[in-house]
């Protein structure tokens, strides 16, 4: 099986790739040989750890990685579900600070990240980073 880094578009997010990819020949092509839902876990645990500004985009994935409604996600956080929609549709508009902490780390609870740090680690970094690289074994 070959292995190569790919761009994980299926994502959504632009900047999400995947070092030594396992991959496999089949008679459309090279697929990924890795379980979509096991990524998706994997790469929203990164997008935590790692302090990756909170957008639209990132709330829509990091809700469907934990397998959440937008019912479910807004109960958690005390929200409505069309706030959440709203929040997901504005795909590149980053969150207020104090709702990207809180869904840090009710994504950090969820996924079993230890968050350590006060509100400033927690509201994350300035920019989306131009490339999130995932090793994948």
């Known amino acids: 099986m070959k292995r190569r880094t790919i761009h994980y578009g299926v994502s959504g997010l632009e900047y999400v790739y995947l070092k030594d990819a396992p991959v496999r020949q089949t008679i459309y092509g090279e697929v990924l040989a890795l379980d ?31 397998g959440l409604s937008l019912a479910r996600f807004g109960a958690f956080l005390a929200l409505s579900a069309p706030a959440i929609l709203k929040w997901e549709r504005a795909r590149a508009k ?44």
């Open 94 to 137: 980053r969150l207020e600070p104090v709702n990207e902490v809180a869904v840090r780390a009710l994504m950090a609870e969820q996924l079993g990240v230890c968050m350590e740090g006060s509100f400033t680690v927690l509201k994350g970094n300035p920019a989306t980073p131009a490339r999130l690289l995932l090793q994948v074994a």
């Open 36 to 66: 979509a839902d096991v990524i998706g876990r994997e790469i929203a645990k990164e997008l935590v750890r790692q302090g990756v500004p909170i957008r639209g985009a990132e709330v829509q994935f990091l809700r469907k990685s934990i």
